[in-house]
């Protein structure tokens, strides 16, 4: 079972530039979640969606959006890329809001 | 609101030594308390978990107890390897989005 797949692997993005990172699941999981990852500051949710459909705004949604059109697929996207984006993303999902969350293996986007 | 506070790090111990990762929580109600760990270049992984006050969630030698009077889920280990070097999550499920709520995190190193 592939879990959860996040592509790219890494990117380097010029600011100003607009980028998706994606995220697929095979577990048929009803919740998805964005996460960056910050030296020094842990894990923020960005962006999550309790079931398709529906998405909501987390601790540091600005300058990203995203869309959950079916149970699967869950991309992020950066509109416009700044210097401060530069981070590592996982995507997650769990079963429900309630159960743990299983994680991708991240996207590192440096924004330059 | 919620969050959940861990000890810093890094953590620098000896092969075989004790391992003790604090991790305190604040929130309404009995959430359910995760661990999770990062190795290199991946994503989180669940380790342990407690979904229930007094509970102690175990898996690969490490234990924590859900210690509702202090607040606590510490970690623990009785004789640490250099694979168990990485970086450890504590996490409480209660977010508004029903997320997890994430420590930031303490990197742990065990030399041979």
């Known amino acids: 079972t592939a879990g959860i797949t996040q592509a790219p692997t890494s990117q380097i993005l010029a600011a100003g530039r607009s980028m998706t990172l994606r995220c697929t699941q095979d577990m048929r999981h009803n919740a998805m979640y964005w996460y960056r990852q910050d030296l020094g500051l842990g894990l923020r949710l960005i962006h999550y969606?309790?079931?398709?459909?529906?998405?909501g705004k987390g601790e540091v949604p600005d300058g990203y959006s995203v869309s959950r059109a079916n149970t699967d697929d869950f991309p992020l996207t950066l509109a416009s890329a700044v210097p401060s984006q530069t981070s590592v993303y996982f995507c997650a999902s769990s079963v429900t809001g309630e159960s743990e969350a299983f994680f991708g293996q991240g996207t590192r986007l440096t924004v330059v | 609101g919620n969050s959940v506070t861990q000890m810093e790090g890094p953590v620098t111990l000896s092969e075989e030594a004790f391992l003790t990762i604090n991790c305190t929580y604040t929130a309404t109600g009995y959430p359910s308390l995760f661990w999770y760990v990062q190795y290199p270049g991946e994503g989180l992984q669940l380790l342990l978990k407690a979904t229930k006050a007094d509970d102690k969630g175990s898996n690969k030698g490490f234990e924590a107890t859900y210690r509702k009077e202090t607040t606590s889920f510490h970690l623990e280990k009785g004789s640490v390897q250099v694979s168990d070097s990485a970086v450890y999550f504590c996490?409480?499920?209660?977010?508004?989005?029903?997320?997890?709520?994430f420590g930031k995190g303490t990197k742990l190193s065990v030399k041979p």
């Open positions: 969606s309790n079931t398709a459909g529906t998405t």
């Open positions: 996490a409480l499920h209660g977010g508004s989005q029903g997320n997890l709520i």
